[in-house]
């Protein structure tokens, strides 16, 4: 069977983690911005980064060439909102442009709303702890679907929220983790209803977590239990149940009883497109997530974030989640953090890369010949980028960046990755 025929193949990225243009234009900082120095590694600073805002046009040309389909990307609030009821022209017309200029070069653009980078502003008044945030962002979220719905029609609210309401970074302060998450949980229903109430164009509209996986071990864990763990209650709110039960299934969590309520489930859950989910690599907690992972073993295969890399993650990962959730699935991002530099001859050679792309596509399609429906597989990331706290060392992208001139050169990976969308996977099986 094999990738259906319009499978979306892409590639993803996070407005704070590419753009630079920090005060460009009329925008305000986000809090990722103002950061102090010693939170980021080598104290680097998103303020500038591969300033997408100013080479955005060159990467929409390196997406045509690579032949993507479609391309993910997120929104800086404080670009389109630079204080609060005060919409900012400029800002809109950078995404109105790239829109303008994916579809133009046959590419699907796909919108996340929040992707971490919080405008200063909203985190002055109480961020995701205060109601008050929920009812910005539906400000801002109507004001984006006015101006882009003709023709976005793919829609994600948040980008893996188990990230921005446990780590402090993310605010610059601590959180009441179940209050945060609420108002989080409220702020997706009620974005759902704006985007599927204002859209000039049908939407598709989701949700995109973190994905947890726990694969099966022979002779240890069989697939009932590894099933158990993906979704285990246990992760609190690092975990994918804690968001998705209530979210998709409208079902209140164990953890979660006494602070949700059944009048909150009818806004916090309302009718998903698909099922979209990060994932990386999978997990195997025997009893509980931070024990021993019984899947690593020593000198094991690992990427530069330390991350292991776990034989059939993306199969279990979409089985499993279709298996709960019964949506069609789409992988929002996955990909593979590496050492690359520039060559002596010039190029980015990333055999550890494509190496793992190979692995995670063959795991893909064997969900799909099982008769998973898995419509997108979106790469983390076009781009190198600002890898948040770990900054600029850390390069996960298709496309390197120099970031002292801001020269993107093509890793050998993408080359491999263009030719897999040619051929729609067609090539993967020249190695099996
Ligand atoms: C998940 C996050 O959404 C993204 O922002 C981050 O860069 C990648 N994972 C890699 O860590």
Redesign the pocket.
């Known amino acids: 069977m094999g990738f259906p025929k319009e499978f979306l193949w892409g590639a993803a990225t996070?407005s704070a983690?590419i753009e630079g243009g920090w005060d460009k234009d009329g925008r305000t900082p986000s809090v990722w911005d103002v950061l102090p120095a010693d939170k980021i590694e080598n104290g680097d600073s998103p303020r500038e980064g591969c300033n997408h805002y100013e080479h955005w046009r060159e990467d929409v040309d390196i997406i045509k060439r690579l032949g993507l389909k479609a391309y993910r990307f997120s929104i800086s609030w404080s670009r389109v909102l630079p204080r609060r009821g005060e919409v900012n022209p400029k800002g809109l017309q950078f995404y109105n442009d790239l829109v303008d200029a994916l579809l133009e070069a046959g590419v699907e653009p796909m919108v996340t709303l929040f992707?971490?980078d919080l405008p200063v502003w909203v985190a002055e008044f109480g961020g995701w702890d205060s109601g008050e945030a929920a009812i910005a962002f539906l400000e801002y979220v109507k004001v984006v679907v006015d101006a882009l719905s003709d023709r976005v029609r793919y829609w994600f609210t948040f980008?893996?929220p188990q990230?921005f309401v446990t780590d402090v970074t993310n605010e610059g302060r601590d959180h009441d983790v179940k209050r945060a998450g609420r108002n989080v949980m409220l702020a997706h229903g009620r974005a759902v209803e704006v985007i599927r109430t204002y859209a000039h164009k049908s939407p598709l509209v989701g949700f995109?977590p973190?994905g947890m996986c726990a694969a099966p071990v022979p002779g240890v864990m069989d697939e009932a239990l590894a099933k158990e763990m993906t979704f285990s209650q246990a992760a609190g709110a690092m975990g994918m149940s804690w968001w998705l039960d209530p979210i998709i299934l409208g079902v209140i969590p164990e953890p979660l009883k006494d602070t949700l309520s059944e009048d909150d489930i009818k806004t916090i859950c309302q009718p998903h497109d698909f099922f979209a989910g990060?994932c990386?690599f999978a997990v195997n907690y025997l009893k509980r997530p931070g024990r021993e992972n019984l899947l690593a073993f020593p000198g094991m295969p690992k990427s530069a974030?330390g991350w292991p890399v776990t034989p059939a993650c993306l199969y279990w990962f979409t089985k499993f989640c279709w298996e709960r959730y019964r949506l069609p699935v789409i992988i929002t991002?996955n990909?593979f953090?590496n050492t690359d530099f520039i060559m002596l001859d010039g190029k980015v050679h990333d055999p550890q890369r494509e190496d793992y792309i190979r692995r995670v596509l063959a795991d893909l399609e064997k969900a799909i010949d099982e008769g998973v429906p898995v419509f997108g597989y979106l790469h983390?990331?076009l781009l190198d980028?600002f890898?948040?706290t770990h900054g600029f060392d850390i390069r996960?992208g298709l496309v390197y960046v120099d970031y002292k001139t801001q020269k993107r050169t093509i890793k050998d990976s993408a080359l491999f990755y263009a030719n897999v969308i040619k051929t729609n996977g067609g090539c993967l099986t020249e190695l099996k």
Do not use: D, I, P, V
């Open positions: 996070a983690q992707h971490w980008n893996e990230c995109a973190m990060n990386y974030t991002e990909g953090a983390w990331s980028n890898e948040w996960f």
